[in-house]
């Protein structure tokens, strides 16, 4: 016999719809910049991305070189990554002689990268 489905405990069990605060999120949200937005976070939903991005913050300033060491991988794969970053516009380089060192594009990217890390603490101390 088949096992009756479970209401789920974190839905609405009734419609109810406060019209100003959906039309006032409505007018305040551009779907355009959301879109954008969705775009750096899946940027920085990789593995090797994250621990670019937080290598930076930590560091402010590293080479390819560098940066392919810390992850452990090749210095074409972590080039890629650098570059996407870069086109995301979480990212930004210079060269200098033959060397080129990247750097986060600006310090917001660096508190994101920080509240990052200091809410996965705070979630891993709840468990």
């Keep these: 016999m088949a096992k009756p489905k479970e209401a789920a405990s974190d839905v609405c069990e009734v419609t109810c719809v406060e019209r100003e605060k959906v039309e006032r999120v409505r007018g305040s949200v551009n779907d355009r910049e ?5 775009n ?9 991305r ?9 560091e402010g300033e590293l080479c390819v070189c560098d940066a ?4 452990e991988a090749s210095i074409a ?8 970053l870069r086109k995301l516009g979480l990212a930004k380089y210079r060269k200098q002689g033959k060397l080129v ?10 508190k994101i990268a920080e509240l990052a890390s200091v809410h996965q603490k705070e979630i ?3 468990t």
Excluded: C, P, W
């Design 34 to 38: 959301i879109e954008q937005m969705a």
């Design 124 to 126: 891993s101390s709840r």
């Design 77 to 84: 794969s972590t080039s890629h990554h650098l570059r996407y």
């Design 68 to 71: 392919a060491n810390i992850l």
């Design 101 to 110: 060192y990247y750097s986060l594009d600006d310090n917001h990217i660096k």
């Design 50 to 58: 994250m621990k670019i991005v937080q290598a930076l913050a930590i």
């Design 40 to 48: 750096m976070f899946k940027g920085l939903a990789d593995k090797n």
